[in-house]
């Protein structure tokens, strides 16, 4: 068993529509979660980066974590097409920054 | 736009070839690090370098081999590469190697092996 799961998708919404994408992971040792954005043929983008439990919003995008279920949820509001990408989860405990586990990502389509 | 830089964009490269990917970062970060992402897959950690030392290498082949010139520069020098390390190569960089630093991911070299 993996230790991130991401929900695979992919998945594809209207323009406007409130979008929820969801990972769950095993270790207990993370304490750092990220959601980065990837467009085709690009680096990853870091979106949003939370640090144990709780929920941060930033514009349209809201991140939750809740470390007593080991879920994470990053929400979009009002989805536009330039949403469209790949969204990865990554989780990192208390070592080094670049050891993160990544989920397999969620690939978003927002149709105009 | 990312401020890590990677050149080239794309590389294709025979078996036999010597070649290397470049990657420039103007944060004043001191922690530099390669990662490899195939089609549909996250980035798989390659190598770290925390002030201009190696400080951590996930087993990667030989054939692999990096080099970090000075705090803002970062190379990947590739020798006798096989086509399945046909890949996205990332760079990055964060300020420390300690946790909770935020990675900035370069736009990444395409690598084409034939």
């Known amino acids: 068993q993996k230790e991130v799961e991401q929900d695979p998708g992919p998945l594809s919404v209207p323009e406007g529509a409130i979008v929820s994408l969801n990972c769950t992971y095993s270790?207990?040792?993370?304490?750092?979660f990220m959601w980065y954005r990837q467009y085709s043929r690009k680096g990853p983008e870091l979106l949003m980066y939370t640090y144990s439990s709780g929920n941060k919003e930033d514009g349209r995008f809201t991140a939750q974590v809740d470390k007593s279920s080991k879920y994470i949820s990053l929400f979009i509001r009002d989805s536009q097409p330039s949403d469209s990408a790949t969204y990865l989860c990554a989780m990192s405990s208390n070592t080094n920054a670049g050891k993160s586990t990544f989920g397999d990502g969620t690939t978003l389509t927002v149709k105009p | 736009d990312t401020e890590v830089t990677q050149t080239p964009k794309h590389l294709v490269m025979g078996m036999t070839n010597k070649k290397s990917l470049k990657c420039e970062q103007h944060m004043g970060h001191r922690a530099m690090y390669w990662y490899k992402q195939k089609a549909k897959k996250p980035p798989e950690l390659m190598f770290v370098y925390s002030y201009e030392k190696l400080s951590i290498n996930e087993s990667v082949p030989s054939r692999f081999s990096p080099e970090c010139p000075n705090s803002s520069l970062l190379n990947l020098h590739l020798h006798a590469l096989q086509p399945e390390d046909s890949a996205l190569y990332l760079c990055a960089s964060s300020q420390a190697t300690g946790a909770g630093n935020t990675i900035y991911f370069g736009e990444g070299s395409w690598l084409t092996v034939v």
């Open positions: 270790n207990s040792a993370f304490q750092y």
